[in-house]
């Protein structure tokens, strides 16, 4: 388990967080509003795991952080109020048109 999390949950949440950006694509959604969408599927979804999530998502290059005109210095913006789309290859993975290991729920 990885912070009280199974390695099956872990890889449900980061699929539903593709998911979720994949309805709004090609806009952006902010953390915050992320957090709200999945918690009707997970109750117990904390903001640090979700944290976290973004930003192996967004190293393996399925998210893309975008900084708005609003944000006078993208460093200082809470991690809540920030922005994130899909990116090109986040929307073949989320379509199932290429897999990655380690989002496969079924291993």
Known sequence: ??????PREIK??????????????PAAMQAEQVLRSLLAVFPSLEFDHLKRDLHYLAEKGYLARVVADTESDARLTPCR?????????????ADHCIT?????EGT
């Open 100 to 104: 990655d290991p380690a989002l496969d």
């Open 12 to 25: 449900q949440i980061r699929n539903e967080i593709l998911v979720a950006l994949k309805m709004v694509y």
């Open 81 to 93: 109020r920030r922005w994130f789309r899909l990116t090109t290859q986040g929307i073949e993975v």
């Open 1 to 6: 388990m990885a912070n009280g999390r199974t």
